[in-house]
């Protein structure tokens, strides 16, 4: 989602902004007949890994859970602790937001702005580092990582950024630095190895036209790709996504890189029938907005929309009620004498998923919250099973755990076992 926005405010339910596949065709995995499915579980089942042993990096759970910024309804987003805490929790993956530090490092933050998730507000020497910038055309004051070296981040903790809706993660305020990029593949590679899973990492480029506005065209993205190829290899196989609410810049890595790239789709908010609204600056990809292209958020997902997308990349990260179309017909559905988000009536599938899927493009989508969200539902695990029985390849949860839950609760039949080829697919 946007650099903010709603999202930034604790919101009693899933307010629009309170967030951010598979198929039979998909050509990073092989479907597994059922039938081959349950013996596969069956003898996962016998000869169950030990903590340690080798597990190929091509071979993942399917659908995936996504930790999304870690494990953001357990403990303050974007930490070593709360990506662990994830990854205990059952993540497949864990998904580090990037911005970028004056001296060039990448580090996990949600936003460029850090007054919302860290204790800067309280270090009297970065007083005068707090400013007014403009970021994808809305002025925002507040202090920027991009005004920060490293070592000055590093002097900084994190901080719950909803107090109110999640009192309890502000028992570990105070406790936890920010993490660079560096920190969260070596966090991913030493679970991967304890676990004996492959636990991935699914990193956003924040607000590219932003940090090429500072550091130059594309200094963000290759820094992330030389990051990537150093830790991974240049692999469609590599255990990552990497995920732009932008365009161009996925279409710039689609021409540098093999590993898999998300297109995010947003919106500003859902109307009562079930439409979404697109308002700005959720309505467009910011590039798109500077590049004078009007196609909106929603043009990306019709048909025409999604061959576009798939001439660049390998999945598509819509906002949730893109693919489920929730009505708000003023019934109380669940009983507890108010009308909310979760009361709106459930009409399944809004066509986005099975499009996607005849395209070979995976669908990820989010955010799944316990403590808010739920269009249409109020229970989170009934939410995130129906989403899974409709063929999404993944979702992103500030409740691992829930996600996990929800996934055990549909696929009794076991997992589906995914296996890379790593074979050239996307356009070039
Ligand atoms: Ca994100
Ligand atoms: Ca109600």
């Given amino acids: 989602m946007g650099y903010g926005g709603p999202e930034v405010l604790p919101q009693p339910e899933e307010h629009p902004k309170a967030r951010l ?61 709360g990506y662990a805490l994830a990854i205990e929790m059952g993540a497949d993956y864990i998904e580090p937001d990037l911005v970028m530090t ?18 800067v507000a309280t270090h009297p020497e970065f007083a005068g580092r707090k400013t007014t910038r403009s970021v994808d055309g809305v002025e925002v004051t507040d202090w920027f990582a991009s005004d920060f070296t490293l070592a000055e981040i590093k002097s900084l903790r994190a901080k719950e950024r909803l107090p109110t809706l999640r009192p309890g993660n502000t028992a570990y305020d105070g406790l936890y630095e920010v993490p660079t990029l560096d920190e969260v593949i070596a966090l991913a590679k030493q679970k991967s190895e304890e676990t004996g899973r492959t ?25 992330l790709l030389k990051k990537l190829h150093q830790a991974y290899g240049n692999s469609e196989c590599a255990p990552v996504f990497i995920q732009s609410f932008e365009v161009a810049n996925l279409r710039y890595l689609n021409k540098k890189t093999d590993i898999k790239l998300v297109q995010l789709v947003d919106a500003d908010d859902v109307n009562a029938d079930g439409s979404l609204s697109l308002v700005a600056p959720y309505k467009q990809p910011y590039d798109f907005v500077v590049s004078g292209d009007p196609r909106s958020f929603a043009d990306l997902l ?11 990349a390998d999945a598509i990260g819509p906002w949730k009620p893109y693919l489920v179309k929730t009505v708000d017909d003023g019934i109380d559905r669940n ?36 403590d808010s969200s739920g269009y249409g539902f109020t ?20 409740f691992a755990d829930t996600g996990v839950a929800a996934r055990a609760a549909v696929a009794t039949a076991g997992l589906e076992e995914r296996q890379c080829h790593d074979r050239k697919h996307r356009s070039r």
């Fill in 379 to 398: 229970d989170p695990v009934t939410e995130m099973a129906y989403y899974f029985e409709l063929g999404v390849d993944g979702l992103f949860t500030d």
């Fill in 199 to 223: 636990i991935g990492i699914y990193p956003e480029l924040k607000h590219s036209t932003f940090h090429a506005g500072l550091f130059g065209n594309h200094v963000f993205e290759n820094k």
């Fill in 302 to 312: 019709t048909e025409p929309g999604l061959e576009f997308v798939k001439s660049y």
């Fill in 102 to 119: 004056k001296d060039g490092q990448l580090i996990a933050r949600h936003e460029p702005m850090i007054g919302g998730t860290t204790d």
């Fill in 335 to 370: 009983g507890d004498g108010r009308l909310t988000l979760n009361d709106r009536r459930v009409d399944g599938s809004t066509g986005v998923i099975e499009r996607a899927h005849d395209k070979g493009l995976l669908v990820h989508t989010w955010t799944f919250r316990n």
């Fill in 21 to 81: 596949t598979h198929h039979t065709k998909s050509r990073l995995m092989k479907r597994t007949t059922r039938k081959q499915t349950l013996m596969a579980t069956a003898i996962l089942a016998a000869f169950s890994l030990p903590a340690g042993a080798d597990m190929p990096n091509d071979h993942q759970a399917s659908p995936i859970v996504i930790g999304h910024r870690g494990a953001a309804g357990y403990r303050p987003e974007h930490t070593l602790a």
